[in-house]
T-cell receptor, first 113, second 114 residues
Framework: DTAVSQTPKYLVTQMGNDKSIKCEQN?????MYWYKQDSKKFLKIMFS???????INETVPNRFSPKSPDKAHLNLHINSLELGDSAVYFC????????????FGDGTRLSIL | AQTVTQSQPEMSVQEAETVTLSCTYD???????LFWYKQPPSRQMILVIR??????QNATENRFSVNFQKAAKSFSLKISDSQLGDAAMYFC???????????FGTGTSLTVIP
């Protein structure tokens, strides 16, 4: 009965590779997000989709490309991975209505060798 | 600009004591909502408590309560009877009524001393 699930939980890969992280939510929410949390625990918004439409696109290298096939899924593809991409990536979802909190996935720890 | 400031990078509290984590925010909006999230070492992000800005009454959830001062744009979290399981990073966040974006602070790392 996991609400927001991300796969994989851990990802170890070489510099220059391409990788994807998948996210699915079964809460019926209409908005999904990707965050990057660095080693200092700062949470930085990367992207947000509302009903499959991109609504937030922060200053992120264009090596990062989100894709939302439907409102329950938001995947993150990263090309040409760099050392600085090492971080924990969180997917989250929320329902329309500002009092609705975000529900987070467990995070994907990405380590670049 | 929408910003959230948590001025205490680290805090510690003795088990069973009370601790207050501070949070201030800057917004020109009048209609918004405030949240506190907890991130234990397991790295899950867990909602602790939330507050509607138009409500004067401070929210309370068991041992967790907030002190919301709208004029001062302050939203502090009080943890009473601290337990070892309260040790975590705590993030303050807010969301304006008209938007989908959540604005997070930089977090406060709370240590609970047995």
């Amino acid at each position: 009965d996991t609400a927001v699930s991300q796969t994989p939980k851990y990802l170890v890969t070489q510099m220059g590779n391409d990788k994807s992280i998948k996210c699915e939510q079964n809460l019926g929410h209409d908005t999904m997000y990707w965050y990057k949390q660095d080693s200092k625990k700062f949470l930085k918004i990367m992207f947000s989709y509302n009903n499959k439409e991109l609504i937030i696109n922060e200053t992120v290298p264009n090596r990062f490309s989100p894709k939302s096939p439907d409102k329950a899924h938001l995947n993150l593809h990263i090309n040409s991975l760099e050392l600085g991409d090492s971080a924990v990536y969180f997917c989250a979802s929320s329902q329309q209505g500002a009092f609705q909190p975000q529900h987070f996935g467990d995070g994907t720890r990405l380590s670049i060798l | 600009a929408q910003t959230v400031t948590q001025s205490q990078p680290e805090m510690s509290v003795q088990e069973a004591e009370t601790v207050t984590l501070s949070c201030t925010y800057d917004t020109s909006e009048s209609d918004y909502y405030l949240f506190w999230y907890k991130q234990p070492p397991s790295r899950q992000m867990i909602l602790v408590i939330r507050q509607e800005a138009y409500k004067q009454q401070n929210a309370t959830e068991n041992r967790f309560s907030v002190n919301f001062q709208k004029a001062a744009k302050s939203f502090s979290l009080k943890i009473s009877d601290s337990q070892l399981g309260d040790a975590a990073m705590y993030f303050c966040a807010y969301r304006i009524n008209a938007g989908n974006q959540f604005y997070f602070g930089t977090g406060t790392s709370l240590t609970v001393i047995p």
